[in-house]
């Protein structure tokens, strides 16, 4: 199925985005706009602004200066609408450790006041395999199976834009294969994804876009085939290299 | 109807680790108890002197028992950063801090149960003649300080030094609250000699309403970065 037609207003929009650390610039004027039925990855060294980008994006962080705006709507006004969209993966699991991955579902659907829950719930662990799991505490699961409980409930209330900060971290080879499956799939279903990686064959075998940061700045913004691969500094293992 | 139930999820999600870990209830009326136990062996005076003193006694370990209380709640949201996880539902930041401060009131009354009942029977104080007073003024000054230990515990939550900052950042605030109730707490078990048992409930009401409000509407600036 071909991905979702653009509709013209962007899902998400960025306006001269800036964010400060004490005198540190994490991100510098980033303005860039997703579409529903796009996919794109950030792609950048650390400290490149990829992580803060991301969690302005969900408005856990907030910008010193430019604007965040959700179908239109200034996130840091009016926030909720963008918060039942969105679906986020981070570094932490935002999940309780003293609560099974089932309590911790049943905690998170119902604060988004999710209906039909308990089918919901089946839906998410069944999508990452985690339903034989669920009984278990979140602190006593390894990395890799919280990393699937966290990914559980960013994907629980259905989102249509969702946003992954390295969303393969712990993950064994078969979890990562049927991460990237969905992950291929929400195009097609109208989905906005934008998620970062540090492993560029990963991103660019999923997304349509690249983003690339370096420095707090977008370095590139636009289709993966026409990237500057090499003033990019980005040697691919089997693409021809652009440098346009 | 929704928000009492958001309200309650929280509330019963803080009931149930508490019942798996019991490491708050435990660590706050042990220490509450040590305090009121250790002054013990210090009034060695008239009766009037223990009922005039007591109440600090009883309010000093509540302060510091509460602290103890709000550093835990906040320690399991601090862990895999479940705080910011609330933060990125479409919930209402006021309600968390309902929810939490609910739990926090409901632990530290829990408490000062256990710690009034040890008082009565160490220091041979009945608090049954003002009982009613009494639960007005514990209720209100409990409120207050849950209020105020829940939002500046949020605040400590993010910090390096977040045991010391909570007790530095809500001390200042709550002096109003502890000072009080601990006057009013004074009148009531020496029978009200001013006459005026309403005053003193009516003021430590007050300013935990006072508290409160403003803790319930300056929350959501808290969990932002």
């Not at chain 2, 935990?208 to 959501?220: G, R, W, Y």
């Amino acid at each position: 199925m071909p991905p979702a037609k653009q509709t013209s207003n962007p899902m998400l929009e960025t306006r001269n985005l800036t964010k400060f650390f004490g005198d540190l610039a994490a991100l510098k004027e980033v303005s860039l706009s997703l579409h529903r039925g796009e996919s794109a990855f950030l792609y950048g060294p650390n400290g490149a602004g990829k992580t803060t980008l991301l969690r302005m994006l969900t408005s856990l962080a907030r910008p010193s200066s430019g604007q965040v705006l959700f179908d239109g709507r200034d996130i840091e006004r009016d926030g909720t609408h963008a918060k039942a969209a969105i679906g986020f993966v981070s570094h932490a699991t935002f999940l309780y450790g003293e609560l099974t991955v089932l309590e911790n579902l049943q905690f998170f659907g119902k604060l988004f006041g999710l209906n039909g829950l308990e089918r919901k719930i089946n839906a998410a662990l069944d999508l990452f395999d985690m339903r034989e799991r669920s009984a278990v505490y979140v602190q006593d699961l390894s990395r890799g199976l919280q990393q699937r409980a966290s990914l559980a409930r960013a994907f629980l209330h259905d989102p249509d834009f969702v946003l992954l900060d390295e969303p393969f971290t712990g993950l064994d080879s078969q979890s990562v294969r049927n991460l990237e499956t969905l992950l291929r799939r929400l195009p097609e279903q109208g989905k906005a994804l934008l998620f970062s990686t540090h492993d560029f064959e990963q991103g660019a075998a999923l997304a349509q876009r690249l983003i690339a940061l370096k420095a707090g700045r977008v370095r590139y913004n636009g289709p993966l085939a026409l990237a500057p691969f090499k003033s990019l500094g980005i040697v691919r293992n089997s693409e021809p290299e652009n440098d346009g | 109807m929704v928000s009492l139930r958001i309200i309650w999820n929280i509330f019963a999600k803080d009931l149930r680790i508490e019942w798996r870990n019991r490491e708050t209830l435990a660590s706050m009326c042990v220490f509450g108890l040590l305090i009121v136990f250790l002054f013990n062996f210090a009034f060695e005076g008239a009766r009037e002197e223990t009922l005039r003193l007591l109440p600090s006694v009883l309010w000093v370990a509540i302060a510091f028992a509460g602290v103890l209380g709000f550093n835990r709640s906040f320690a399991s949201e601090r862990d895999n950063a479940c705080l910011e996880g609330m933060t990125l539902t479409p919930v209402d930041p006021s309600l968390i801090f309902l929810g939490k401060m609910l739990a926090n009131l409901v632990f530290l009354g829990v408490a000062e149960v256990v710690m009034v009942f040890a008082a009565a029977l160490w220091y041979n104080v009945s608090f049954l003649p003002a009982l009613g007073q009494l639960v007005l003024i514990a209720f209100f000054g409990t409120l207050g300080y849950a209020a105020l230990g829940t939002i500046f515990g949020a605040i400590a939550a993010n910090t390096r030094m977040r045991e010391v900052m909570l007790t530095v950042l809500q001390f200042p605030i709550a002096f109003w609250i502890l000072m009080l109730s601990i006057d009013s707490t004074s009148d009531a078990l020496r029978g009200n000699p001013s006459g005026d048992w309403f005053g003193g409930v009516a003021r430590v009401a007050g300013i935990s309403l006072v508290f409160t409000i403003a803790s319930f509407l300056l929350f959501e600036y808290v969990l932002e970065e």
